[in-house]
């Protein structure tokens, strides 16, 4: 795995980058999902958030078992609840199969591989308690995850490996307790009964 210094002399600017960093840019978009402009990570979820491009992603593991992440309590927007492995924004230029590599380096120390789009057009509005807005076009995938998982305090408080049922079983029964991305990207899953194409095999090749 590339370290900061490799990614640097590369040329290319690290997996994670400082707070208010001018490098730190999401992707905006119109109403047709077409880029239109950028905007600075750190400033873009208020009250008012404009629509912009996020993704979302799911690891299994050889079991066949998802892995649920708790939100750290110092996110800006629902801290503290289950939610899917890890989300995250495109920087400017990069591809989101790239993006979703970067990210789970930098949340949980794993390489997302055999990685796949799921639900390639999904877009969702929520609102938290602190009336943040996310306002996202944001598209979901599936990987494996490969090796030890180490997740960053920043990103993840806890974490757990979960059946398919049991993921399901929650959401119904504790809807409040996971985050409202996750509950409709399940009910998207369900309802193009999908959840098979979450199971990356290894002889799939990775996007």
């Given amino acids: 795995m590339e370290t900061v210094l490799d990614q640097e002399s590369a040329g290319h600017p690290p997996d994670r980058l400082p707070a208010d960093d001018p490098r730190d840019l999401v992707v905006l978009l119109d109403d047709e999902h077409r880029p239109a402009g950028t905007a600075p ?12 491009l996020a993704f979302s992603c ?9 892995l649920l992440t708790r939100r750290a309590l110092g996110k800006r927007s629902w801290p503290g609840v289950w939610t ?8 400017p230029d990069e591809s989101l199969a ?8 930098s949340e949980l120390g794993t390489d997302a591989r055999h990685l796949r789009s799921v639900l390639p057009e999904f877009r969702y509005r929520a609102v938290d308690a602190a009336g943040v807005v996310e306002n996202e076009f944001c ?12 997740p960053h305090p920043e990103e993840v408080a806890e974490l757990r490996w979960v059946g398919v049922d049991e993921l399901r079983e929650t959401i119904r029964v504790a809807p409040w307790a996971v985050s409202p ?21 290894d002889t799939e090749t990775s996007a």
Avoid: I, M
């Fill in 41 to 52: 990570r750190s400033t873009v979820h208020g009250h008012d958030t404009p629509l912009h």
């Fill in 58 to 66: 799911y690891l299994f593991d050889e079991q066949g078992r998802v």
């Fill in 84 to 91: 899917n492995s890890f989300c995250g924004h495109p920087r």
């Fill in 98 to 105: 790239d993006a979703v590599r970067r990210h789970g380096r």
């Fill in 139 to 150: 598209p979901v995938f599936a990987a494996r995850a490969d090796g030890a998982l180490q």
């Fill in 181 to 201: 991305w996750l509950v409709a990207q399940t009910a998207a899953l369900d309802e193009a009964d999908a959840w098979h194409l979450l199971r990356p095999s």
